[in-house]
Each structure stands twice: as structure tokens, then as C-alpha cells.
């Protein structure tokens, strides 16, 4: 008689505890694909950064790249990316993520944009990507 498996185990904790992101994104502005270089750096600090900082979902890592998506749009991270990119999403609560941010000791830099009706908050990425996070006004 074959063994049946119940997926999750029933009565059991889940192996790891999901965080919230510090700084939960709302939409990746790009059009499908952004390509950005990950440099040296080690896949793990990448990972904390975009999983557990941005709350991107990790899609895999291939061939010297690291690929994240969010709402049928991805990033990939890639060694032999030339240079620093950049890449905006757009964050709701901006006040808020960016408390959340300074509480974590990332540092950034703030912007006011078009007359006030937008702010943006950069920061880096552990590789030197510059990354933009946007807070759009109602008109």
C-alpha cells in the first residue's frame, strides 16, 4: 500500500515565518524585463534586499543571474550586466515606508517632483543599482 503525503503537513508550522517587506511596492513602473548588474555581490544580500526589503517574489537563480517578478513584470539581476541601471516602483504610505527605511538604516535621498505632485525617494541597491521609489499625487 503506497504512502500518501498531505501537503503541508496538517497541524504544523509552516518552516519559516514570512516578514512583511519594509518597503512593500505596489507596481514595478517598467514595461516587462529590467536588467540590472549585480556585480560581486553575493546572491544572499540581493535576496534581502529585493525579497525582504522591496517584497519582490525570488523567482530563481540561473547563470549568474537572479530573477524577482512582481506583477508579471521581473527583474534580473545579472552578472554580467554592465554598470549600474536604475529601476522605479511605485509605493503606497510614502511617509510611512520611508520612516521604515531610516528605521533599518537604509540611506536615501528625497525628491519633489513635478510642482509637488509626486515625491521619490533613491537609495541603492547592494551592487549600485539606483533604485526609486514614487509616490504619485492625486490631480
Known amino acids: 500500500m503506497p504512502i500518501e503525503w498531505e501537503y503541508p503537513p496538517a497541524g504544523l508550522p509552516p518552516l519559516k515565518i514570512p516578514t512583511p517587506p519594509v518597503a512593500p511596492v505596489e507596481a ?7 536588467r540590472l548588474s549585480a556585480g560581486d555581490i553575493p546572491p544572499k544580500l540581493l535576496r534581502q534586499f529585493y525579497e ?5 517574489q525570488f523567482v530563481d537563480a540561473d547563470g549568474g543571474a ?10 534580473v539581476l545579472a552578472r554580467d550586466a554592465h554598470g549600474p ?7 503606497k504610505d510614502f ?4 520612516l521604515r527605511l531610516r528605521d533599518q538604516g537604509v540611506a536615501l535621498d528625497l525628491l519633489h517632483a ?14 549600485g543599482n539606483w533604485v526609486q521609489l514614487v509616490e504619485t499625487r492625486a490631480f
Open 52 to 56: 525582504g526589503l522591496l517584497g519582490l
Open 85 to 91: 541601471g536604475q529601476v522605479a516602483f511605485l509605493v
Open 66 to 75: 537572479l530573477r524577482f517578478s512582481h506583477q508579471r513584470r521581473t527583474i
Open 28 to 34: 514595478l513602473l517598467a514595461v516587462a524585463e529590467v
Open 114 to 127: 513635478d510642482a509637488g505632485m509626486s515625491r521619490i525617494a533613491i537609495l541603492r541597491d547592494p551592487a
Open 95 to 98: 511617509s510611512d515606508v520611508l
